[in-house]
């Protein structure tokens, strides 16, 4: 038996704004809200244990320091890496410097809060 990843939480000072940024990125929707501000969100009609893991967007007041251990990795779907990009920048991803020497295949993006995330080349078939 092994395991399978149901949700990854980001703390954040904002969850309602990155809440929206994220569910624009990957076409999720809102499916839970705690009492302590924390957002849920994941695929449109489908709860928690789905295939894709749902993305919980913790309050926090802890600043963020320095580059997180652990980032998100993201592929286009219905468009190439270069309209993907496009739209991500829109929804208010800004490029991010974490020393790539520019011959990489994925751009290098932050959120509205700063954390790292990447644009891969390649697209992947919607779940």
Request: hydrophobic residues 40%; charged residues 25%.
């Amino acid at each position: 038996m092994a395991c399978r990843i149901s949700e990854l939480v980001l703390d954040c000072a904002d969850p309602e704004r990155l809440a929206a940024f994220w569910s624009g990125v990957l076409g999720y929707v809102e499916i839970e809200r705690e009492a302590d501000g924390s957002i849920a969100i994941g695929p449109p009609g489908i709860d928690f244990g789905g295939p894709q893991p749902v993305l919980v967007l913790s309050a926090s007041s802890a600043p963020k320091a320095g580059k997180l251990p652990l980032h998100i990795d993201v592929n286009p779907t219905d468009r190439d890496q270069d309209a993907e990009l496009e739209r991500l920048l829109a929804l208010g991803a800004r490029p991010a410097d974490v020393g790539q020497t520019g011959e990489e295949r994925w751009h290098v993006l932050a959120d509205p809060e700063g954390n790292e995330f990447c644009l891969l080349r390649s697209r992947l078939k919607p779940v």
